[in-house]
């Protein structure tokens, strides 16, 4: 891959980080419930702290991926730092797939009789699929660039014993 885009795709990662960073802290803000709340009592929200607790894995994620995109900027795509990345970004979307699924429940379980909650779960379902997707993904990466290293350690010894002999 050339150098410019995988700098490009960088760049992507970071204005996306920055993007969701600063939704998650306006939103909050917008909320219906928040019109008649103090600044500290609408961070100070139950669902709101679970929010950015659950978003700890998806920047974590990211930055792995920025990293993956630089080793693969230096032609290190097949390494094993590469492949415990990719296992780190697979880690990453099931813990927060599972996380979404619990915002779910939690709003199932706990929203106002008034309010209609279908909106809320059909979200939380569609993104955890997302990330169950992102996962499954990273996963089957992962066994390619695990492949692609252990092939790549094999020709290396080959090469060695053809020296040696």
């Not at 979404?100 to 309010?115: E, M, S, T, W």
Request: proline residues 4%; positive net charge.
């Amino acid at each position: 891959m050339k150098p410019g885009s995988t700098i490009f795709l960088q760049a992507v990662l970071v204005l996306s980080a920055m993007v969701v960073l600063v939704l998650l802290i306006r939103f909050p803000l917008t909320e219906g419930r928040a019109e008649n709340l103090d600044l500290f009592s609408i961070y100070l929200d139950p669902l709101i702290l679970y929010g950015y607790a659950a978003s700890i894995p998806f920047f974590i994620a990211l930055f792995k991926a920025f990293r993956l995109l630089g080793y693969i900027r230096q032609n290190k795509l097949f390494s094993p730092r590469s492949a415990r990345t990719l296992k780190s970004i697979k880690y990453c979307a099931y813990w927060l797939s599972a996380l979404i699924i619990g915002a779910g429940i939690y709003i199932r379980l706990f929203h106002a009789r008034g309010d209609d909650p279908a909106g809320f779960i059909a979200l939380c379902l569609l993104a955890a699929f997302i990330a169950v997707v992102v996962a499954n993904m990273a996963a089957v990466f992962e066994k390619i660039v695990q492949q692609g290293t252990d092939i790549q350690s094999e020709n290396e010894s080959l090469k060695e014993q053809a020296g040696e002999g």
